[in-house]
Structure formats: C-alpha cells, structure tokens
C-alpha cells in the first residue's frame, strides 16, 4: 500500500493527514499555526508533522508518493512558491524547496480553497458536476473555484481570495489592507467576534451564551452560538440573523457572477445545517438574479467538513489537471 500526506495551513491551525490509495484518511496531526512568523519557521512544522505521521503509522518514506501542502494565499504552483499570505504574514516564500530540503518525498502546493473543493469535486458535495464553487467558512474566507471540471487560478494565481471582496463599503479593517471585507463579516471567527460583542454589551448577562461557556465570552465557539440559537436565545437568535444577513450578501454575489451547478459550504459552521444552512439557503433564493430560472444553483454543505482541505492536499498529486 502506498500514502500521501495532505497539509491544510489554515490562520489558526496547521492539520496534517495520511491519505491511502483509496482516497481514505488513516491518520492525522496537528499544531497550532501561530502567524505571523519566517516562511522557514511554517516550513519545518510542516516537515516535522509529514515525519510524524510516517513514524507513528510504521512506514519508510519509500511508501509516500508525495506530500501536498494546501496554503492561504497566493499560490504560484509553476515556480512552487507562495507568493502572498496576509493571515500568515508573508510575502514570498519558495515553500516548496524548503520542503524539499527537509522531507525525502516530491512536494505539491496550492491554494487551501483550491485542495478543499478539489477533493469536494472528486470525492465529495461536488462529485458529478462540471462547475462548482466551494466556499469555506474559518478563521477567514477561503474559495475554490472550478469552471468546466477544472480548477480556475487566475492569471496570477490569485483568483478564488473571495474573503476579500467587500460586502460593507468602508467597513472594517481587513489584514490585507481593504476595508468591509467579506471575512471579515462572515467568517466563521467574524461570528463568533459578533457574539462576544453582545455578551459584552449584555449588561444584565441574561443570554443564555453566558451560561454556555460558564461566564467567559473568550471561550464561546460556534457550537455554544448554535445552542444557544437553538434553545431559543432571543440575544443570540439577532447575532445569528445579523451574521447570516452577510453570510448571504456574499454567497448571492457569488452565485451571480459565476452561476455554478454547485456551490458548496465549507468549514466546522457548516454543520450546523438547521441554523445556518437551511435559512442561508432561503434568504439566497429570494435575493439571487436567478431567482425567476428554472435551474438554480444548488447550495450544499461540504462532505469532509474540515478534513477537505487536508484530503484535497494529499490529492494534488492525482491525475487531473491541478497539479503542477
């Protein structure tokens, strides 16, 4: 049996996970990812989870094909280089040759979105369709882009940075120097921002998110937002409806301008299928351009939720047309 490993650099996390010939994931690993730091710094985590993974499971290297890294930013697969990255604070790093001088194995990179709906494409949400676009909610906003069963980069590499594409004139600052960028609104840490600024605005703590997470805003995540949504928590209820209000602003915009079969919803939120999926779902159909179509986009939840990215990874080096 030979393996793969797949990588998914995310702004918070670094996971990493061994795939075998089936397309299967048989173990993982993982670090905290801790931006901003030297490319060399991210390099030798990534080195240090690929030995982990192939100690801990009993193999040589001589069973790894090859090891794929899926970035957040500007992916230059021709020159293996990652060209930008404002989540991870760097600006040109030949990732791929330091990797190459640190692992025994052939290195593949690309953009994170780009792995994620590429496993989704094959494997996943997206499996039968030609276009599909895969949009993952996390620390930011992150989109795959694929257009006639293959992946779309952009002349530059860039395209698919939809997080960055603004949804609130002179809103927000962003980490890449806009403003009211779409990650910024609706990124699955943008909700969680939005709750503990109401908790902190709730004078009398009569929010049931304060019983949730035992009186400390810092330690709310969407699973408590969704409870507490769900258990009928008025204050929470208008965080989520605020949130969702912007989450739709973007996904319409999306749907408008690329029309894809599929449109796939990424990232642990996604699961919560009842609060955030379904009423996204509805408020899109009354707001996109082709609403009147007989045909309309479908919107889906991922399959692999947050192991896409690291199986769509582990996948570049697969026939297909998206690796370099």
């Known amino acids: 049996m030979k393996y793969t490993i797949g990588i998914d650099v995310g702004g918070t996390n670094i996971a990493a996970g061994l795939v075998d010939e089936n397309g299967i994931m048989v ?8 931006p901003p730091r030297p490319a060399e710094a991210y390099a030798e985590d990534m080195a240090e989870l690929g030995r982990e993974l192939v100690e801990k499971n009993g ?5 790894v094909l090859w090891l794929g890294v899926g970035l957040p930013g500007t992916v ?32 593949y990179l690309e ?60 809103g927000e600052v962003c980490s890449c120097g806009r403003r009211g ?10 909700l969680v921002r939005q709750a503990k600024a109401m908790m902190k605005n709730d004078r009398n703590k009569d929010s049931l998110l304060w019983q949730l997470c ?29 949130y969702l209000g912007y989450l739709e602003c973007g996904i319409t ?28 779902k509805e408020l899109c159909s009354k707001h996109v351009y082709s609403r009147d179509s007989q045909v309309q986009t479908k919107i889906v939840p991922a399959k692999f939720y947050n192991e896409a990215g690291i199986l769509g990874a582990a996948l570049l080096g697969r026939e297909g047309g998206i690796c370099q």
């Not at 939120?269 to 009842?274: H, N, W």
């Open 59 to 63: 193999l040589f290297w001589e069973d």
């Open 181 to 190: 960028c779409f990650e910024q609104y609706a990124s699955a840490s943008a």
């Open 253 to 280: 915009n999306l749907i408008n301008i690329f029309q894809p079969d599929i449109l796939c919803i990424g990232g642990g939120i996604s699961r919560a299928q009842d609060c955030l999926l379904e009423p996204l």
């Open 111 to 170: 953009n994170d979105g780009d792995a994620a709906a590429w496993a989704e494409f094959l494997y996943g949400a997206g499996k039968g369709s030609r276009d599909f676009l895969m949009v993952t909610l996390g620390t930011g906003i992150g989109a795959g882009i694929i257009m006639n069963g293959k992946i779309s980069r952009g002349v530059n590499y860039a395209a698919g940075e939809v997080g960055h594409m603004t949804i609130q004139f002179d």
């Open 27 to 34: 173990s993982i690993a993982g670090r905290k990812t801790c």
């Open 214 to 242: 035992s009186g400390n805003p810092e330690i709310v995540e969407g699973k408590q937002i969704f409870q507490a949504v769900r258990e009928g928590d008025e204050k929470t209820k208008q965080v989520l409806e605020q």
């Open 76 to 107: 230059n697969i021709n020159k293996g280089a990652l060209e930008y990255a404002n989540n991870l604070g760097i600006v040109y790093a030949p990732l791929k040759e330091m990797l190459e001088k640190l692992l025994p194995c052939k290195i």
